[in-house]
């Protein structure tokens, strides 16, 4: 829920620099960010619950554990970072169409907040490798370039 009003940032800066050419996205407004937010922390208090059990019965949980917290960060930062160019609902859809990459992104955020102190800087890290991710899946799309101007053209 707290990386939800820091992301944008996040998200401007890599727009900027690794794509300079296209549009960039636009922020969600504050109130839509909370409202996301709090869905996926009830989400993932939910998720978490379901899988806590496995964890204390079977050493083999914490394997779940690790499975369903990649499934929770590639749902959430994906979908942060497509929100920055589709409405919510698109986002979501195009998330469901992508399920497997966006799950094994995931694994690569899990694995990243597995680890001490460096765990402190995943919503940078899960962002950055999300707006990678969204625009790598999004494809050319002509509406996120810059049209070019006419006249006189430059050599």
């Known amino acids: 829920m707290v990386a939800s ?6 998200a401007d800066i890599v727009e900027r620099e ?3 050419a296209e549009k960039p996205g636009v922020a969600l407004p504050v109130g839509r960010a909370m409202a996301e937010g709090v869905k996926t922390a009830l989400l993932t208090v939910l998720v978490y619950l379901i899988a806590l059990p496995f964890v204390l019965i079977l050493g083999a949980g914490f394997i779940l ?18 929100m920055r160019f589709r409405t919510p609902q698109e986002a979501k859809l195009m998330r ?3 399920s497997m990459t966006v799950f094994t992104a995931g694994m690569f955020i899990a694995a990243f907040v ?5 765990n402190l800087a995943t919503p940078l890290f899960g962002m950055t490798f999300m707006v990678h991710m969204h625009k790598r899946l999004s494809g050319t799309r002509p509406e996120l ?11």
Request: proline share 9%; glycine share 4%.
């Open 5 to 10: 009003f820091f992301v944008d940032d996040v």
């Open 18 to 20: 690794h794509y300079p």
């Open 65 to 82: 554990f690790f499975f369903a917290t990649a499934w929770l960060l590639g749902r959430e930062y994906f979908e942060l970072a497509a």
């Open 96 to 98: 469901k169409q992508h």
């Open 114 to 118: 597995s680890i001490p102190i460096v």
């Open 145 to 155: 370039i810059e049209p070019r101007k006419s006249g006189l053209s430059v050599p």
